[in-house]
């Protein structure tokens, strides 16, 4: 249940994450307006988060180095 919970989690912060950052960039660029500048970077965080939460295959490979998974894909 927990594991489930964990990725629900990661893929609503990855595709929030996802939405903000090129939205704030444009409308930022657009309006001339740096404010928004700060929502792209919280955008990115929201997206490091999820990503962290809930690594697609590439990432779990590149992180096996540092954590471990079980066969699930769940980081020990």
């Known amino acids: 249940m927990v594991g489930i919970i964990r990725k629900t989690i990661g ?4 595709v929030i994450g996802m939405l903000i950052v090129p ?6 660029y657009l309006g001339n307006y740096a404010g928004f500048m700060i929502l792209a970077f919280s955008g990115l965080i ?5 990503y962290f939460l809930y690594p697609s295959e590439r990432a779990r490979a590149f992180l096996e180095e540092s954590f471990h998974f079980d066969e699930d894909g769940n980081l020990q």
Not at 11 to 14: E, F, G, Y
């Open 11 to 14: 893929t609503i912060c990855m």
């Open 23 to 28: 939205i704030s960039i444009f409308v930022g």
């Open 46 to 50: 929201l997206m490091a988060f999820g």
